[in-house]
C-alpha cells in the first residue's frame, strides 16, 4: 500500500511537467544516473537508478560553483520517499529528483521550504541567520556565474561592470533585511547572524521575498539546462536582467554591478525592465555638467548612478525625461538608491513632490542636477559648477526617506553614469543628436575664441544604430 501511495505523489509531481518537460527531466536524469555508474537493471528487477554527489558535481562542475551543487544535492536528499529509507541513503532516486524539481520550478512557497531549509543546513531544526546569509550568497553568486556561463547577461559582462563580489553580499544583506521573527520584530548586523529562525519564520521570509525563489528557479534551469525555454516557465525571470545597451567595446566599466543591476531594475516600472542604455558616463563623455545635460535631456526615464571620491556610488531613477527647466518635475515612481557600501532603495513618503529637478545657467535658482528635498538640501546634487555635490539628509530625505547617501555630506564626483530604461522615446532620435554646442551657438564662439577645436565633434555618437548586443 506504501509502495501505491507513494507512486500516486510521484505521479502527481509528473503530471505538473508538459510531456517535453518531463522528457527532458528524465533526460537528465538519465545522463546523471549514468555517470554515476549505475546503469540500471540487469538482472531481473535489479537495481534502481540512482545518482550520486559525485556525478552532480561532475555534471555540474562549470555551470555552477561547487559549494551550489552540494547544496542541490542536499536539496534533493531531504525529500522523503515515505515509507522508504530513502532518507539514509546516500543517492538520489528517481522520484527524489523529479520531487524537487517539480516543488522548486513549480511548487509554492510550502513545497519549497523543506527543501530550501536543507539547502541551507544539512541538519533539521532551527538556522542561524549566518547560515540563511551564507545560502543567499551561494544562491546569488551562483546566478551570476551560471548567466555568465551560459551567455544570458544580455549584452552585460563580468569585464564590463564593476567586481560582483561587493555586490553579492550587499544584495543578500538587503534581502535578509526582511528575515522577521514571529513577534514581528527584525534582528540586525551581529544579532542577526546569531538569531535561530525556524521552518515557519524562514517560509514566511520566502513567500515575501521573491528574488529567493526566482533565482532558485534560475540556477536550476541554467544550471541543468532545463525547462529554460518554455515561456510559461519564464516570464517571472524573463526581465532579471535587462538587455545592455551602448558600452560594448568602449572599454568602459560600469559602476553598477551585476547583483545591483538585477535588484534595481526588479524595482523599475515593468514597462520599463527589458532594456538599459548607456546615455553618459563622465569617463566617456567628458567632466562636464553641459555634456551630462547634453546627453541626459529627452531621453524618457533613466538611472542615474555615480561615484564619490570616498569609494560610495548611489543614484536615483527618473521617472520622466528630464528638462532644463527651475520647477521641480516627476512623480511618486522616483526613488533614490544606495549600491556601495550597501544596497537599498528609498521610495517616496508623500511629504512633498520634489523627486526631480535640473537647471542650468538661470541667475536666481540653483543650477544642477537634483533629486528630493529642497533647495540647498537635496537627497542627492550634482552641482552645475561640475565635480561638487551633496547629499544632505538631516536625519533622511523628507521626499524619499533616504538617509545621506555620500561619504560626506559634501562630496566631490568621482564618476557619473547615466543609463535609459526602457524604449528611448520617438523624439530623442531627432531632438537627441543635437550636441550641446549646436544647441548652445554662443558656447561654440567662445571655444572657438579661445582656439579650442570642437573636441565634442569626436565624441559625437550614433544613437541607436549600435549593433544590438543581445
Same mark, same amino acid.
Request: charged share 20%; net charge negative; glycine share 10%.
Given at each position: 500500500?506504501?509502495?501505491?501511495?507513494?507512486?500516486?505523489?510521484?505521479?502527481?509531481h509528473?503530471?505538473?511537467?508538459?510531456?517535453?518537460?518531463?522528457?527532458?527531466?528524465?533526460?537528465?536524469?538519465?545522463?546523471?544516473?549514468?555517470?554515476?555508474?549505475?546503469?540500471?537493471?540487469k538482472?531481473?528487477?535489479?537495481?534502481?537508478?540512482?545518482?550520486?554527489?559525485?556525478?552532480?558535481?561532475?555534471?555540474?562542475?562549470?555551470?555552477?560553483?561547487?559549494?551550489?551543487?552540494?547544496?542541490? @544535492?542536499?536539496?534533493?536528499?531531504?525529500?522523503?520517499?515515505?515509507? %522508504?529509507?530513502?532518507?539514509?541513503?546516500?543517492?538520489?532516486?528517481?522520484?527524489?529528483?523529479?520531487?524537487?524539481?517539480?516543488?522548486?520550478? +513549480?511548487?509554492?512557497?510550502?513545497? %519549497?521550504?523543506?527543501?530550501?531549509?536543507?539547502?541551507?543546513?544539512?541538519?533539521?531544526?532551527?538556522?542561524?541567520? %549566518?547560515?540563511?546569509?551564507?545560502?543567499?550568497?551561494?544562491?546569488?553568486?551562483?546566478?551570476?556565474?551560471?548567466?555568465s556561463?551560459?551567455?544570458?547577461?544580455?549584452?552585460?559582462?563580468?569585464?564590463?561592470?564593476?567586481?560582483?563580489?561587493?555586490?553579492?553580499?550587499?544584495?543578500?544583506?538587503?534581502?535578509?533585511?526582511?528575515? +522577521?521573527?514571529?513577534?514581528?520584530?527584525?534582528?540586525?548586523?551581529?544579532?542577526?547572524?546569531?538569531?535561530?529562525? *525556524?521552518?515557519?519564520?524562514?517560509?514566511?521570509?520566502?513567500?515575501?521575498?521573491?528574488?529567493?525563489?526566482?533565482?532558485?528557479?534560475?540556477?536550476?534551469?541554467?544550471?541543468?539546462?532545463?525547462?529554460?525555454?518554455?515561456?510559461?516557465?519564464?516570464?517571472?525571470?524573463?526581465?532579471?536582467?535587462?538587455?545592455?545597451?551602448?558600452i560594448?567595446?568602449?572599454?568602459?566599466?560600469?559602476?553598477? *554591478?551585476?547583483?545591483?543591476?538585477?535588484?534595481?531594475?526588479?524595482?523599475?516600472?515593468?514597462?520599463?525592465?527589458?532594456?538599459?542604455?548607456?546615455? /553618459?558616463?563622465?569617463?566617456?563623455?567628458?567632466?562636464?555638467?553641459?555634456?551630462?545635460?547634453?546627453?541626459?535631456?529627452?531621453?524618457?526615464?533613466?538611472?542615474?548612478?555615480?561615484?564619490?571620491?570616498?569609494?560610495?556610488?548611489?543614484?536615483? /531613477?527618473?521617472?520622466?525625461?528630464?528638462?532644463?527647466?527651475?520647477?521641480?518635475?516627476?512623480?511618486?515612481r522616483?526613488?533614490? /538608491?544606495?549600491?556601495?557600501?550597501?544596497?537599498?532603495? @528609498?521610495?517616496?513618503?508623500?511629504?512633498? *513632490?520634489?523627486?526631480? @529637478?535640473?537647471?542650468h545657467?538661470?541667475?536666481?535658482?540653483?543650477?544642477?542636477?537634483?533629486?528630493g528635498?529642497?533647495?540647498?538640501?537635496f537627497?542627492?546634487?550634482?552641482?552645475?559648477?561640475?565635480?561638487?555635490?551633496?547629499? +544632505?539628509?538631516?536625519?533622511?530625505?523628507?521626499?524619499?526617506?533616504?538617509?545621506?547617501l555620500?561619504?560626506?555630506?559634501?562630496?566631490?564626483? *568621482?564618476?557619473?553614469?547615466?543609463?535609459?530604461?526602457?524604449?528611448?522615446?520617438?523624439?530623442?532620435?531627432?531632438?537627441?543628436? +543635437?550636441?550641446?554646442?549646436?544647441?548652445?551657438?554662443?558656447?561654440?564662439?567662445?571655444?572657438?575664441?579661445?582656439? %579650442?577645436?570642437?573636441?565634442?565633434?569626436?565624441?559625437?555618437?550614433?544613437?541607436?544604430?549600435?549593433?544590438?548586443?543581445?
Amino acid at each position: 500500500k506504501m509502495g501505491n501511495a507513494e507512486s500516486n505523489a510521484y505521479q502527481n509531481h509528473l503530471s505538473r511537467f508538459l510531456p517535453e518537460e518531463q522528457s527532458v527531466i528524465d533526460g537528465v536524469f538519465d545522463t546523471l544516473s549514468g555517470l554515476s555508474g549505475s546503469a540500471g537493471a540487469k538482472n531481473g528487477k535489479g537495481t534502481k537508478k540512482t545518482v550520486t554527489l559525485a556525478a552532480l558535481q561532475a555534471y555540474m562542475r562549470e555551470p555552477l560553483p561547487e559549494q551550489m551543487t552540494v547544496r542541490l @544535492y542536499n536539496g534533493m536528499k531531504s525529500i522523503d520517499l515515505t515509507g %522508504k529509507s530513502s532518507g539514509l541513503s546516500e543517492q538520489i532516486a528517481k522520484e527524489q529528483f523529479v520531487i524537487f524539481m517539480s516543488n522548486l520550478l +513549480k511548487g509554492n512557497a510550502d513545497e %519549497k521550504i523543506t527543501i530550501i531549509m536543507r539547502m541551507i543546513s544539512k541538519t533539521e531544526g532551527p538556522v542561524k541567520g %549566518k547560515q540563511i546569509q551564507e545560502f543567499t550568497e551561494d544562491l546569488i553568486m551562483s546566478v551570476v556565474h551560471v548567466l555568465s556561463y551560459r551567455k544570458e547577461l544580455k549584452g552585460w559582462n563580468l569585464e564590463n561592470t564593476r567586481d560582483s563580489a561587493s555586490g553579492v553580499k550587499a544584495l543578500a544583506s538587503q534581502l535578509l533585511s526582511e528575515l +522577521k521573527l514571529a513577534d514581528g520584530t527584525k534582528p540586525v548586523g551581529p544579532q542577526l547572524m546569531e538569531t535561530n529562525f *525556524d521552518q515557519s519564520v524562514t517560509e514566511d521570509w520566502v513567500y515575501r521575498v521573491p528574488q529567493i525563489s526566482i533565482f532558485l528557479s534560475v540556477v536550476i534551469r541554467q544550471g541543468f539546462h532545463v525547462l529554460h525555454s518554455l515561456p510559461d516557465q519564464t516570464k517571472d525571470i524573463l526581465n532579471l536582467v535587462p538587455g545592455c545597451k551602448g558600452i560594448k567595446g568602449r572599454g568602459l566599466v560600469s559602476l553598477f *554591478d551585476i547583483p545591483s543591476i538585477i535588484y534595481i531594475n526588479s524595482l523599475l516600472p515593468a514597462e520599463l525592465q527589458h532594456k538599459w542604455q548607456l546615455l /553618459f558616463s563622465s569617463r566617456l563623455h567628458g567632466e562636464s555638467f553641459s555634456q551630462l545635460c547634453g546627453h541626459i535631456v529627452n531621453k524618457g526615464p533613466c538611472v542615474v548612478i555615480l561615484k564619490d571620491l570616498d569609494g560610495y556610488i548611489f543614484g536615483g /531613477f527618473a521617472s520622466h525625461s528630464w528638462e532644463v527647466k527651475p520647477q521641480f518635475q516627476g512623480d511618486n515612481r522616483c526613488f533614490l /538608491f544606495s549600491v556601495f557600501p550597501s544596497l537599498a532603495v @528609498y521610495t517616496y513618503t508623500g511629504y512633498n *513632490d520634489h523627486y526631480m @529637478y535640473l537647471n542650468h545657467g538661470q541667475q536666481t535658482m540653483p543650477n544642477g542636477l537634483g533629486m528630493g528635498g529642497q533647495h540647498g538640501y537635496f537627497g542627492l546634487w550634482i552641482d552645475s559648477d561640475y565635480g561638487k555635490g551633496h547629499s +544632505k539628509a538631516k536625519p533622511r530625505c523628507t521626499t524619499y526617506n533616504s538617509p545621506q547617501l555620500s561619504a560626506k555630506e559634501d562630496f566631490t564626483l *568621482d564618476a557619473v553614469e547615466v543609463w535609459a530604461v526602457g524604449d528611448l522615446p520617438e523624439s530623442a532620435g531627432t531632438k537627441g543628436k +543635437k550636441s550641446i554646442l549646436d544647441v548652445d551657438p554662443e558656447a561654440q564662439a567662445f571655444l572657438e575664441m579661445a582656439g %579650442k577645436s570642437r573636441q565634442s565633434e569626436g565624441l559625437r555618437e550614433p544613437i541607436e544604430e549600435e549593433e544590438d548586443d543581445d
